[in-house]
Nanobody, 112 residues
């Protein structure tokens, strides 16, 4: 059974940066796309972006040019680099491998 363990997150002021990590227990991101979702309080979970098996990335329009998704296949870890954070980015963030395997979620709070 593949496990995804997330780390990073926390409280940051508007305009700040955070990096989330998603460590897989085995090689998985050459089989499944690494995708990030988020869920804000009282809202449905929404797609944030993904890096495909071939390395191509796609992003939700509201985070494009601020967020960067990457992965390091040598250590089976994916990343979500978030820059110029805004209060509306506040949410629990989840990584997933092909929506088959999910991380535990990480709280990101953007507030002054």
């Amino acid at each position: 059974q593949v496990q995804l363990v997330q780390s990073g997150g926390g409280l940051v002021q508007p305009g700040g940066s955070l990096r989330l990590s998603c460590a897989a227990s085995q090689r998985i991101f050459d089989t499944y796309a690494l995708t990030w979702y988020r869920q804000a309080p009282g809202k449905e979970r929404e797609w944030v972006g993904a890096v495909a098996i071939d390395g191509r990335t796609r992003y939700k329009n509201s985070v494009k040019d601020r967020f960067t998704i990457s992965r390091d296949d040598a250590i089976n870890t994916g990343y979500l680099q978030m820059d110029n954070l805004k209060p509306e980015d506040t949410a629990v963030y989840y990584c997933t491998a092909g929506t088959v395997y999910w991380g535990q979620g990480t709280q990101v709070t953007v507030s002054s």
